[in-house]
């Protein structure tokens, strides 16, 4: 292939294998590519996230730093050699643990621990902790992994499916995990149709620039390997997308001027081997850096130019939610803090960057990529390339994590052009530094408040303003402008109340989605505040929090009337372990001067689903004449479950067993549209729509066959079985006409929250549902260093019901983990941090134990009374973290996230005399 | 197909082969590659490369009456695994903290020099060890202490016909125990905010050498001569009390970047040489 090739032998998983190869090549390009072995992953291509671990002579090392000439004539030992027909003991515990999630860090994970357990059969979990600690993982928290690791048993017995009617609640391990732990499993890079065309973005390395051309024909002509380049000028639709329609401003391929450092301007397209191993730096444009505006308050400023015609002083949109007189209120307080935040851009970290190839087929663009959103991706890119959207199908694969930034297109509008265009399949995997540069982030914050109480503790009024850095473009900031105010108050009572949110435009990455949409900026204030609030009232942190807790009756912020309110109970949860951990700490302290304990509590709370807008899921559901039961399941699962959760509530609801339930999709062709997998809404909306199309399926049945609402259905033989009492009575399946489908019987149901639209004051029904948590945190301050350690975590969550208790745990944990790294050490600087060893993220050694305590408030419009939890774990992690950091050593933090430099100087500050 | 332009990768088993080639033909010296692989998003390691983890006695540990010998393709494992003396101890720690263990496994001592990042783990270790770095060309070998090897971050003394052949460790400097610290902003997989080695030898409860080295506070890990100085001929047991901020603050030269700024770091070094040399002087064992 290359000028020079070498064949090598080497041995993998125990077969005598040769590669044809540059023997600098790294080992998991070869792998990959040369020979198909896709499970093992690479996540960042420089040895910082260890997703690509394989055994090399049965030690642990990174494939992508190894280049081939190194194992000539050694063993290599990959995740497609750990199991034969049956899985191996360590998977087994991997699947029966739930460790794992999304399942892109598995293959790594799990060779680091083979390696571990060739010598040590029963680790203990600081062992485990030790020995995958190159390894990162975004979903899990780690907790599940370590204890997996610690519990590989030759022997166990394989957990039992629910019997009909008794899947929700049950401790299910993953449907869709046996793909996930065997290496099979088909990410976003690892399916390319074998003529592809790759795909190369030119970026803007400027924050703000204007650029032009040279001859592209010329570079076309004159590079080897290049085949084709694409600008602005070959989008025959309109050049823009953006996941709220009437805000969509971001175009595919900037003209003429970028607005981000990273932002892509032409696409290159040729052979892989040649463009990814080529030096581009001859790609004929001419940029001309103009001043960049980074500061959002600057931004609304004369003294910024509008990044944006129309909008403003970049000012892109401002919520509110106002009641009550707050000015009046907080006069008249007994009690009154004031506060500020400021908060960093987050990344998302998700060890999978963006990947996926296009081709066409007949008269259909098909894009397979990674994605959290496939009917978006396919009105956006529809809308990019002025095609029908009923003309493209979107095929999502496995989505290595998500956590809000895959739900904007990225990859998905640039595919389908060079398809288009060429005719040809293409395919794309980004670079972990395109990845960071050019996707979104969490909003940072500027945030203020003043929140007052009287006498007895209880809140009388609150003051929030906040802007919110949207950077670039639009995305998901004016999501955050209206969320955040209506969650600003917190889950407390709060009669009087003004709160403001701005997003604004900068020069920075393009802010998004990322769990709980600008909510956990603003508890990271409120519930700070409310601490030094209950010390002035002289009363418990906890205690404050449970007199002012929301109860069922209560009227939000917004005017709603709660009901199926948890907060209470979970702050209630907590009480013995914030008493234990209290004493602990002051115990602990007496002798210790240089570490110093702490302990902190922070609520949370959020509303499901979209604010005030229709977000509906539909669900398909038939059985075909040969007796299969098919389930057209279209709620991207992106790790945190929905393949799972969302049978076990129709199962259920249908009244037969989950092991019967055959998966399909999502995939915009084969399963109807349950919108994106974000705002906490899978297993509420969708998961609603799926019970109401189980419900209506067995409604049918029961119908056919005359038989009332207890009877017992069965699907066994290709008929139908409904018993009641003495009767029984049989449908046999292929005596029934096919209908719509293709199916003897089926159901289909649409479900959408019943909200209202928020009037000038903010006020209406923005949410059908809510959730509820609130999270303890013991932390260890070294005083001297400001390093923080977190020692323990104790998180009470409201799940209203609980459909998968494993599942549930495994969020918690996750959003815990991607909570403290918010709180400690997450901090992207755009050009600065665009990798895996400068933006830092938790690893395996950060993440305390956690205890899970699950509450189940049932929630009346909720299917089976559930509630949303996958952006609530999150919410009160890092505050609660600040409140332990305070607690421990008086240092105050009014900026994320608290790096130790930090932390000392918020000490001496607390030590200074006033 | 059209010509690629990679060029040659060459890796010999003989290192008299590997000088002679290097002479000839300007190439980039690759050993565990755990930096130049990491610093590119090419899917090979384009050329021209001379790979010498093939050769011969380039690896391992080993020793004279003079000096201790670490082969300059040693991987940070063969040094965790290795058996040595207590004033290696340092070395150890630092070796258990660079990235991974799947780093470890393949990166080598000679390499972490050779990249010569302000945070290099080994390097405070080498120096508290007075280490030489041995340099061959295709005519020339020369010895440089480590010191005078490294000239700023990225910056060595290796000439373009040079590879590093060993770090050696006179003897002399392998007595006593020593200790490292390293801190950062999370446990594993850490570029350090700055780090600590310390190699201490007592006669009769006092201390009758010191070496203290501090990284990444500066361009280069540096030795404080001064603080040594002072301490030197001090008793062992609560030497740490005698250490006086000024005198690491003088040695070293921090910068404000994202991991910390300059004041903080000049703090946190001198609190991790507190450390460093009390848990040196907490267990005093009799002098051999």
Same mark, same amino acid.
């Given at each position: ?82 199991? &034969? ?46 020995? %995958? ?94 085949? &084709? ?22 175009? &595919? ?329 209290? %004493? ?95 705002? #906490? ?44 009492? #003495? ?5 046999? %399946? ?169 932390? %000392? ?10 | ?45 384009? @050329? ?11 690896? @391992? ?81 020369? $010895? ?39 801190? @950062? ?20 409860? $006092? ?6 080295? $501090? ?57 991790? $040489? ?15």
């Amino acid at each position: 292939m290359t000028a020079q090739s070498v064949e090598f032998s080497v041995t993998i998983n125990a077969r005598p294998t040769k590669i044809l190869a540059h023997p600098g090549k790294r080992l998991s390009d070869a792998l990959r590519t040369d020979l198909g072995l896709i499970g093992t992953k690479v996540g960042c291509d420089a040895g910082d996230c260890g997703a690509c671990t394989v055994l090399i002579d049965g030690e642990p090392q990174c494939a992508c730093l190894t280049p081939l000439s190194h194992v000539a004539d050694r063993e290599i030992a990959t995740v497609e050699g750990l199991s &034969a027909d049956q899985l191996a003991p360590v998977q087994e515990a991997f699947l029966r643990h739930g460790a794992a999630q999304c399942g892109i860090c598995t293959p790594g994970m799990l060779m680091a621990a083979t390696a571990l357990l060739a010598n040590n059969p029963s680790p203990t979990p600081d062992q485990a902790e030790e020995a %995958l600690s190159g390894v990162l993982c975004r979903c899990t928290g780690y907790r599940k992994i370590i204890a997996a690791v610690c519990d590989v048993r030759d022997q166990h017995e394989k957990r039992l499916m629910p019997s009909a009617g008794h899947a929700v609640g049950a401790p299910v391990e993953r449907l869709d995990g046996r793909q996930k732990v065997d290496g099979t499993e088909i990410f976003g890079a690892d399916y390319r149709p074998s003529d592809a065309l790759y795909v190369h973005v030119i970026r803007s390395p400027y924050h703000a620039a204007q650029f032009k051309f040279g001859d592209l024909a010329e570079f076309v002509e004159s590079t080897p390997g290049v085949e &084709a380049v694409f600008t602005a000028d070959d989008i025959q639709g309109e050049n823009v997308f953006g996941v709220i329609p009437p805000f969509a401003d971001q175009p &595919a391929l900037a003209k003429d001027q970028a607005r981000f450092m990273g932002e892509a301007v032409a696409l290159v397209v040729g052979d892989q081997d040649f463009l990814t191993a080529m030096d581009l730096a001859p790609f004929p444009v001419v940029w001309t850096e103009i001043e960049a505006n980074l500061d959002p308050l600057v931004a609304q400023t004369d003294k910024a130019p509008d990044i944006h015609s129309g909008r403003p002083n970049n000012v892109l949109i401002t919520g509110n939610v106002k009641t009550g007189d707050p000015a009046a209120a907080l006069s008249k307080a007994a009690h009154i803090v004031r506060g500020e935040m400021t908060t960093s851009f987050v990344e998302h970290a998700y060890i999978e960057p963006e990947a996926g190839s296009a081709w066409v087929d007949g008269e259909a663009l098909v894009i397979q990529a990674c994605t959290q959103a496939p009917y978006m991706d396919r009105a956006d890119t529809a809308r990019v390339l002025g095609l029908d959207p009923e003309k493209i199908r979107i095929i999502p694969t496995a989505t290595g994590g998500g956590f809000g930034s895959k739900i904007d297109v990225s990859i998905q509008p640039l595919l389908g052009l060079v398809a288009l265009k060429t005719g040809r399949p293409c395919h794309i995997v980004y670079t972990r530094s395109e990845s960071m540069a050019s996707t979104t982030k969490r909003h940072p914050g500027i945030m203020r408040a003043s929140i007052g109480a009287d006498t007895n503790g209880k809140i009388v009024g609150m003051h929030f303003d906040g802007d919110f850095d949207t950077g670039a473009y639009a995305s998901w900031g004016p999501t955050v402008a209206n969320r955040v105010p209506v969650h600003a108050s917190g889950p407390y009572k709060t009669p009087n109340y003004l709160a403001q949110a701005r997003a604004v435009h900068t020069n920075g990455p393009v802010s998004g989605a990322f769990r709980g949409f600008g909510v956990p900026q603003a508890a990271s204030l409120q519930e700070t505040l409310y601490d030094e609030l209950a010390e002035k009232c002289g009363i418990d942190p906890l205690e404050f929090r449970r007199i002012n807790a929301l109860q069922d009756g209560d009227t939000s912020v917004c005017g709603q009337e709660m009901q199926g309110v948890g907060i209470r109970e979970c702050l209630d949860a907590l009480v013995p372990h914030w008493n234990a951990a209290k %004493l602990a700490a002051v115990e602990f302290n007496r002798s210790s001067t240089t570490i110093k304990r702490g302990v902190g509590v922070a609520s949370c709370w959020y509303g499901c689903g979209n604010t005030s807008l229709s977000n509906p899921s539909t669900i398909r559901l038939g059985i075909t004449a040969d007796g299969r039961l098919l389930l057209h399941q279209g709620a991207v699962d992106i790790g945190q479950g929905s393949n799972t959760v969302i049978p076990q509530i129709c199962a259920d609801a249908l009244g037969l067993p989950l092991d019967q339930f055959e998966l399909i999709g999502a995939d915009t062709a084969l399963t109807p549209d349950c919108g994106k997998t974000s705002a #906490s809404r899978q297993t509420f909306v969708t998961g609603k729509a799926a019970m109401l199309a189980g419900q209506e399926l067995r409604r049918k049945i029961l119908r056919m066959s005359n038989m009332s609402s207890d009877a017992v259905i069965t699907l066994q033989d290709g008929k139908l079985t409904v018993a009641e009492q #003495s009767t029984t009575r049989e449908i046999k %399946l292929d005596d029934l006409p096919s209908g719509e489908h293709g199916y003897v019987l089926h159901a289909e149901e649409t479900y959408d929250p019943p909200t209202t639209p928020l009037d000038e004051n903010g006020q209406g029904k923005p949410y059908a549902v809510y959730g509820y948590g609130a999270q303890m945190a013991e932390v260890e301050v070294d005083i001297k260093l400001g390093a923080v350690k977190v020692t323990n975590i104790v998180a009470a969550h409201d799940l209203g019901r609980v459909i998968n208790p494993l599942l549930a745990e495994g969020q918690i944990e996750g959003g815990i983990a991607q909570g403290l790294g918010m709180a400690l050490m997450e901090e992207y600087v755009p050009g600065r941090t665009a990798n895996l060893h400068d933006y830092l993220i938790p690893t395996i050694g950060d993440m305390p134990p956690v205890q899970s305590i699950l509450i189940e408030k049932t929630d009346p419009e909720g299917p089976m009374g559930a509630k949303g939890l996958g952006e609530h774990v999150l919410i009160p992690t890092a505050p609660a973290i600040l409140n332990g950091i305070r607690h421990a050593s008086g240092a105050k933090l009014t900026k994320l996230p608290a790096l130790p430099h930090r932390v %000392l100087r918020a000490i001496q500050e607390a030590k200074a005399p006033k | 197909m059209k010509d690629s332009g990679l060029a040659h990768y060459f890796r010999p088993t003989d290192l008299g082969l590997a000088l002679d080639w290097l002479s000839d033909n300007e190439a980039r010296v690759a050993a565990g590659c755990t930096d130049l692989l990491a610093a590119t998003t090419a899917p090979q390691l384009s @050329g021209p490369v001379l790979d010498v983890t093939a050769i011969q006695n380039l690896r @391992g540990i080993s020793k004279d009456d003079r000096y201790w010998r670490f082969g300059a393709t040693t991987t940070w494992t063969d040094v965790i695994r290795a058996d040595l003396p207590p004033a290696f101890d340092s070395l150890k720690l630092a070796a258990r903290e660079v990235g991974s263990q799947q780093i470890q496994n393949a990166g080598t001592l000679a390499g972490n020099l050779c990249n010569a990042s302000p945070a290099a783990d080994g390097v405070p270790c080498w120096l508290t060890l007075d280490a030489q770095i041995e340099l061959k060309s295709k005519h020339t070998t020369r $010895v440089l202490p480590l010191s005078s090897f490294l000239n700023g971050p990225r910056q060595t003394e290796l000439a373009t016909d040079e590879i590093v052949s060993a770090i050696l460790v006179p003897q002399t400097s392998a007595g006593g125990r020593s200790s490292f610290l390293k801190f @950062g902003a999370r446990k594993y997989l850490i570029i350090s905010i700055a780090m600590v080695a310390a190699r201490i030898t007592e006669n009769r409860g $006092v201390v009758s050498e010191i070496a203290i080295s $501090v990284g990444s506070c500066g361009a280069v890990a540096t030795r404080l001569t001064e603080l040594e100085a002072a301490l030197n001929g001090q008793p062992l047991l609560g030497i740490e009390t005698r250490i006086t901020d000024v005198m690491i603050e003088n040695a070293i030269d921090p910068i404000d970047d994202l991991r910390s700024d300059a004041v903080s770091r000049k703090i946190a070094a001198s609190e991790l $040489v507190r450390r460093c040399i009390a848990s040196l002087g907490q267990d005093p064992v009799a002098s051999a």
